[in-house]
């Protein structure tokens, strides 16, 4: 009878620990906000809760000049023209995912200008992934300049360009720097890109507005700044553009 008392006890004793066990782990389950729905990409289209910033036409954009695009546009894609400015969304943007397909054009031929396939998508307007003509060395780059660098600042993990003249692609998740009220930087931007669905910049710290000097720093700016495509005497071309505000 005492064993019998005992194994009860006990019982009841496991049975406590467990629910105790079982409240305690449902604390850490979060019901407060259900995620939002997003319907995935398919057949080379955006997601649902995309902004399209190019498909046909280039009425998301202006010149640097704020005038009207004139580059011939359609919906195979468009081609920066060289010896005219780069351009601007017409919509500021801060942290985000971005999409876009590029392709370096098969008859560059800028001699020894650097100008091979150069081109660049600009986050903010002053935070560079640079695209150039790397798909082998015979147009070459100081490794931190070739396509998929944060510009003179970081190298790529590796190399996965495609020959002039295949479509390539980045998808871009950026964070904006954030700046305390007297100016100074509270936290500072990153990247993390593929290219081509290969990670080559895995959650990089920027150190401040790239530019053709190795050494930079930050100043304060807004939260949102325009997104930049840079014409730099290539006629790179560019499609399938889309933009997820985080």
């Not at 409240?23 to 259900?34: A, G, H, L, T, Y």
């Not at 997003?38 to 000049?65: K, Q, R, Y």
């Not at 998929?148 to 964070?175: A, M, R």
Request: hydrophobic share 35%; charged share 20%; net charge negative.
């Amino acid at each position: 009878m005492k064993k019998l008392k005992f194994t009860f006890i006990l019982l009841i004793l496991c049975t406590v620990i467990i629910s105790a066990q079982e409240k305690k782990q449902n604390n850490f389950e979060d019901w407060s906000s259900k995620p939002p729905k997003v319907i995935p990409a398919e057949n080379n289209n955006a997601p649902s809760d995309a902004i399209i910033l190019f498909s046909e036409n280039l009425e998301e954009w202006e010149t640097l000049e704020g005038e009207e695009v004139t580059w011939p546009a359609s919906m195979a894609g468009f081609a920066v023209v060289p010896d005219t400015p780069g351009i601007n969304t017409t919509q500021a943007f801060g942290s985000c995912q971005l999409h876009v397909e590029w392709r370096i054009p098969t008859n560059e031929d800028h001699g020894e200008t650097l100008n091979w396939g150069n081109s660049g998508v600009y986050l903010m307007g002053l935070y560079e992934v640079q695209i150039y003509d790397s798909y082998n060395d015979k147009h070459k780059i100081y490794y931190n300049g070739q396509a998929g660098s944060i510009y003179k600042q970081h190298k790529p993990l590796v190399n996965c360009c495609k020959p002039p003249g295949e479509w390539e692609s980045f998808d871009i998740v950026f964070t904006a720097p954030q700046f305390n009220e007297n100016g100074s930087l509270k936290s500072p931007a990153c990247f993390t890109v593929f290219q081509n669905g290969i990670l080559i910049q895995n959650h990089v710290e920027v150190r401040g507005a790239t530019n053709h000097s190795k050494y930079t720093e930050y100043k304060k700016h807004a939260d949102k700044l325009p997104l930049m495509i840079q014409s730099h005497g290539a006629a790179v071309e560019y499609r399938n553009i889309w933009l997820r505000e985080l």
